[in-house]
């Protein structure tokens, strides 16, 4: 299993970093694909305050010199409710690869990173057909035969995220975002979202941010704002205050403990900051 941050000395697994820790597992079910290729449906609870949007996630993770491992995380929400969704998770690992050339993997967006990288990407209706493929049971009586099938929805899956993300970038139509048509300014704010996701116990403030991604301020806040949809201080809040929900539930610890441990000035701070986002006092998910 492979696992990305930590929450008080436990590692958050992947499907957790995909929901932001705001579901609960009801049940989970794995689907055999090949011995380079593991699938997984998880059946989750989300939390009414803190609904995920329904969007994929691309991981990926070099763990050595030509190397990869890479996971795709797709949410799908129920038709019967709002906070029961399924988690599906298709990791390729780094035999998955070895059958293509080295040259040919660097050259593409995301494998040219040489380290971790996460990207969201659209889910299109034809990644929702090969899901429901991907987890359906064969009609075939042959296991290889199936295993081919799933092999083939699974390869499929990665060729349309990567479509998405590496699809040509349309300029924003808004005179002062036209910088984000060149592809080495978009990088600088994806730079930032990183170095934000990275220290949310340690939030930078813009000057900060501007001066490690090299790219001026006001530039910065405007491409930011294009493509997370949310000012700096908002994705930083929200980051946060997910963190602090998680904090919360956990035995012996305090709103000053959950306050102190996220950077937050005083309590009433925190709780203010909280309660914006959640509609609740930090007090009401204490153990």
Do not use: W
């Amino acid at each position: 299993m492979i696992h990305i941050g930590t929450v008080k000395g436990r590692e958050l697994s992947i499907a957790e970093r995909f929901l932001n820790a705001s579901g609960r597992v009801s049940t989970t079910a794995q689907l055999e694909v090949s011995n380079s290729v593991t699938a997984e449906r998880i059946d989750v609870i989300l939390s009414e305050d803190n609904i995920p949007e329904d969007r994929g996630m691309l991981y990926l993770y070099p763990i050595g010199d030509n190397q990869y491992c890479l996971q795709l995380c797709y949410l799908e929400y129920s038709d019967t409710s709002d906070t029961q969704a399924t988690v599906y998770t298709v990791r390729y690992l780094p035999s998955f690869f070895d059958q293509y050339p080295a040259k040919t993997l660097s050259a593409n967006q995301p494998f040219r990173f040489d380290e971790t990288t996460e990207q969201q990407f659209s889910v299109c209706a034809q990644a929702r057909t090969l899901l429901r493929q991907l987890e359906s049971s064969s009609t075939v009586t042959s296991a290889f035969v199936q295993s081919l099938q799933r092999s083939e929805a699974a390869m499929h899956l990665l060729r349309r995220a990567l479509e998405c993300i590496t699809a040509p970038f349309t300029t924003c139509q808004v005179p002062a975002c036209r910088f984000l048509a060149y592809e080495s300014e978009r990088e600088k704010i994806v730079s930032a979202m990183k170095i934000i996701e990275e220290n949310v116990e340690q939030p930078h403030t813009i000057k900060e941010l501007s001066r490690k991604v090299a790219m001026n301020e006001c530039y910065l806040k405007k491409g930011f704002k294009a493509i997370a949809g949310r000012t700096i201080h908002e994705y930083q809040q929200e980051l946060r205050i997910s963190q602090a929900k998680v904090l919360l539930k956990q035995d012996g610890m305090t709103v000053t403990d959950v306050a102190n441990t996220l950077g937050y000035s005083s309590i009433s701070h925190f709780s203010t900051a909280f309660k914006k986002i959640t509609g609740m006092k930090p007090c009401e998910l204490l153990s």
